[in-house]
């Protein structure tokens, strides 16, 4: 799982995750969108890497290799309802380190979105 | 997102044509970036093509600081197998796995069945018409499987006038040097015949059809991955 982090080319062969969450709006679930903006070290998804988000904390897709999605699944359900957009940083010099860390030593931040309407 | 912002992300996946998300990281304001748009400012010009072309999403700051995130949604990469023969079946299905668009090329209308090939587009041309027609380029992989020199031959003869960014073709050392005295014969220089990657596949010592589209597999990923990162 070792990358080469800002080097890592984004492929998106997970095209799906978006193809899921706009089947989830049509369906009328609420959904949130997390991307990987920035890697740093040995992250374990390339940027551009997505995971999609419903109301009821079914998701898609990855943004690591599972150390940091449950949190990210988490702050999604926050966003989706108070509709806000943020960034959020996740890696060992986290404070959270010992509850959502990387254990690869990685460093990730992640661009969160609810799915909107207007 | 809006939705109708996700909306065009999709239509354009499904047109095979590339877009950029750009998404101001302090506003959130989003907008979709194609390359024939005209009226953006310069910066966020130079930043859509750096993405689309290094197929590369990225964090740029704009001229006032700003920085906004360029998501690169670019078609999938291309897998082109000349060759409907047994072991294109395992290659075409883990190539689709692997987020490729999959070919495969043969005339031979009994070899090209739907039946052995569910859900992957069949092409029932000559290789050369064929891949002429498929405009190779830069995000294409190009793999010959029939050991037929009358279909593998002109298959690489297009192939290495194209910018293919890996090139495989089946066949033994033996078939390998013999294949390579054709090519040189037909004009190819050594530099460029080097640019096929045979005995095809890495040495897992493979032996099924299924085992070797691994490792074919496998040596697209290296070539696709190691070069380009």
């Not at chain 2, 506003?27 to 979709?32: G, I």
Request: proline fraction near 5%.
């Amino acid at each position: 799982m070792a990358n080469s982090s800002m080097t890592e080319t984004a492929t998106h062969s997970d095209d799906n995750v978006l193809a899921q969450a706009a089947a989830w709006a049509d369906a009328g679930h609420k959904v949130a969108l997390a991307t990987v903006i920035e890697t740093w070290g040995s992250a374990p998804r390339p940027v551009g890497s997505q995971l999609a988000i419903r109301e009821d904390a079914t998701f898609v897709g990855s943004v690591s290799g599972g150390c940091i999605e449950g949190d990210v699944v988490i702050r999604a359900l926050d966003a989706i309802q108070s509709e806000a957009s943020e960034v959020l940083e996740y890696g060992v010099a986290d404070a959270m380190a010992w509850e959502v860390g990387l254990a690869c030593g990685g460093k990730i931040k992640i661009y969160l979105e609810p799915l909107t309407h207007s | 997102m809006k939705q109708e912002t996700l909306k065009q992300i999709l239509s354009a996946q499904a047109a095979k044509q590339p877009i950029v998300l750009a998404s101001n990281l302090n506003t959130n304001e989003q907008l979709t970036l194609t390359p024939d748009q005209i009226g953006h400012p310069d910066w966020m010009v130079a930043a859509l093509d750096a993405a689309i072309r290094s197929d590369k999403s990225r964090v740029t700051d704009a001229p006032d600081g700003t920085p906004w995130f360029f998501n690169v949604f670019n078609p999938p990469l291309r897998l082109i197998i000349v060759g409907a023969v047994h072991i294109a079946q395992p290659l075409a299905r883990m190539g689709l796995e692997a987020g490729y668009d999959v070919s495969v090329v043969d005339p031979r209308e009994a070899f090209a069945s739907a039946e052995r090939f569910p859900n992957i587009t069949l092409i029932r041309e000559w290789p050369d018409e064929a891949l002429q027609n498929l405009a190779l380029d830069a995000r294409t992989a190009v793999v010959t499987l029939t050991h037929d020199p009358k279909l593998d031959d002109p298959a690489l003869h297009v192939a290495l006038k194209s910018a293919a960014f890996y090139i495989g073709a089946l066949g033994s050392k033996k078939t390998q040097a013999t294949r390579q005295q054709r090519l040189t014969d037909a004009g190819f220089a050594s530099a460029e015949i080097a640019r096929i990657c045979g005995p095809i596949g890495l040495d897992i010592a493979a032996k099924s059809p299924a085992e070797i589209a691994i490792a074919i597999l496998a040596e697209i990923t290296q070539t696709l991955r190691q070069e380009r990162s």
